[in-house]
C-alpha cells in the first residue's frame, strides 16, 4: 500500500510540473521594468572612507 501512495505520489508531481513548465513556455513573455534607484545618506563625522589616488 505505501508503495501505490509513494508511487502516486511521484507522478503528480511530475504532471504538476510538466504542466507548470508547459504553462511558462506557453505564455508571452512579459516586460520586467527595472528601476535603478540610488539612496544617499549624509553622515557626520564620517572617517572611514577610502581615498583612491590615481597617478597617470
Excluded: R, W, Y
Excluded at 510540473?17 to 521594468?33: F, G, R
Amino acid at each position: 500500500m505505501k508503495n501505490n501512495i509513494l508511487g502516486g505520489l511521484v507522478i503528480f508531481m511530475v504532471v504538476l510540473t510538466c504542466l507548470l513548465m508547459i504553462d511558462d513556455i506557453s505564455n508571452p513573455q512579459e516586460k520586467q521594468i527595472v528601476q535603478d534607484s540610488v539612496k544617499t545618506e549624509q553622515i557626520e563625522n564620517q572617517t572611514d572612507l577610502a581615498i583612491v589616488e590615481n597617478e597617470e
